[in-house]
């Protein structure tokens, strides 16, 4: 895989910031990792939208996983942005992250890249912070990708608000009203129409303190009637189990009609 540092200038926030982005060479003769010559793709390659947590920015998938090496077995693009602390929300005291996730980077990266754009060939997943972003993307704009997961989600933004345990991050973020119902995975479940959202995925350690909000969130998808993938084992909010789930999460991903031949 060959790794891209893009620096450039968002409109969106109104200021320079950074992209990691992964994309497949088709080269052979590297020892130690598989030989996946590049099938033709006509619409361009597929695409994965890999959000970072509270604490991380666009290098944290590629420091402490080994995600270039997993995505070498699967031809497709690694999009690695990155939004400070900001939930992936237009901040009430800061910067419009949630419109230039889901608005201005799509669109720099089909101008800058040869990826599909094709919902079929779209995927976003994320940890903590980003397994909520990666959700609430997928729930808000449900046409636009295939697949979505999320790993050991924050799910539960409201829950986390009343808590008071970040006051002063979620009043940044929030503003004195909180998250509001575009911003609460729970609410946005009720109003979702089932047949419209992509695969779903959640995962989540059963000694992560992060347990009881994915565990409300699987509940509240029964009753809506929305089909998940779930992976619940042992394990605590920390890399060794995103490193080992994220391998999972590719294999689960759906096939892109866009590559020629098998997906494994």
Same mark, same amino acid.
């Given at each position: 895989?060959?790794?891209?540092?893009?620096?450039?200038?968002?409109?969106?926030?109104?200021?320079?910031?950074?992209?990691?982005?992964?994309?497949?060479?088709?080269?052979?003769?590297?020892?130690?990792?598989?030989?996946?010559?590049?099938?033709?793709?006509?619409?361009?390659?597929?695409?994965?939208?890999?959000?970072?947590?509270?604490?991380?920015?666009?290098?944290?998938?590629?420091?402490?996983?080994?995600?270039?090496?997993?995505?070498?077995?699967?031809?497709?693009?690694?999009?690695?942005?990155?939004?400070?602390?900001?939930?992936?929300?237009?901040?009430?005291?800061?910067?419009?992250?949630?419109?230039?996730?889901?608005?201005?980077?799509?669109?720099?990266?089909?101008?800058?890249?040869?990826?599909?754009?094709?919902?079929?060939?779209?995927?976003?997943?994320?940890?903590?912070?980003?397994?909520?972003?990666?959700?609430?993307?997928?729930?808000?704009?449900?046409?636009?990708?295939?697949?979505?997961?999320?790993?050991?989600?924050? /799910?539960?933004?409201?829950?986390?608000?009343?808590?008071?345990?970040?006051?002063?991050?979620?009043?940044?973020?929030?503003?004195?009203?909180?998250?509001?119902?575009?911003?609460?995975?729970?609410?946005? /479940?009720?109003?979702?129409?089932?047949?419209?959202?992509?695969?779903?995925?959640?995962?989540?350690?059963?000694?992560?303190?992060?347990?009881?909000?994915?565990? /409300?969130?699987?509940?509240?998808?029964?009753?809506?009637?929305?089909?998940?993938?779930?992976?619940?084992?042992?394990?605590?909010?920390?890399?060794?189990?995103?490193?080992?789930?994220?391998?999972?999460?590719?294999?689960? /991903?759906?096939?892109?009609?866009?590559?020629?031949?098998?997906?494994?």
């Amino acid at each position: 895989m060959a790794l891209l540092t893009v620096d450039f200038f968002s409109e969106t926030l109104e200021m320079g910031t950074t992209l990691r982005v992964l994309l497949p060479e088709g080269a052979t003769g590297h020892i130690g990792t598989p030989d996946t010559p590049l099938p033709p793709m006509p619409s361009g390659l597929p695409v994965l939208y890999l959000l970072h947590g509270l604490s991380d920015d666009s290098t944290a998938w590629l420091r402490y996983t080994s995600i270039d090496r997993y995505v070498g077995e699967r031809p497709m693009a690694v999009v690695m942005p990155q939004v400070a602390r900001s939930f992936y929300a237009d901040e009430a005291g800061g910067y419009p992250y949630w419109s230039y996730l889901c608005e201005e980077l799509p669109a720099v990266v089909q101008r800058m890249f040869r990826v599909s754009d094709s919902r079929e060939d779209t995927y976003v997943a994320g940890l903590s912070m980003g397994g909520y972003g990666a959700l609430k993307w997928a729930l808000r704009q449900p046409r636009r990708f295939a697949a979505a997961a999320s790993l050991s989600g924050a /799910l539960d933004v409201v829950g986390l608000a009343k808590a008071d345990e970040r006051g002063p991050l979620f009043r940044q973020v929030y503003g004195d009203r909180g998250p509001g119902p575009d911003d609460d995975l729970l609410d946005l /479940l009720g109003r979702a129409d089932p047949a419209e959202l992509p695969r779903l995925w959640v995962s989540c350690g059963t000694e992560d303190h992060l347990l009881g909000s994915n565990h /409300l969130f699987v509940e509240r998808a029964e009753q809506a009637g929305v089909e998940l993938t779930t992976r619940f084992g042992p394990g605590e909010h920390e890399w060794g189990v995103w490193d080992s789930t994220i391998r999972d999460v590719l294999a689960w /991903l759906p096939p892109a009609p866009s590559a020629a031949g098998p997906s494994t």
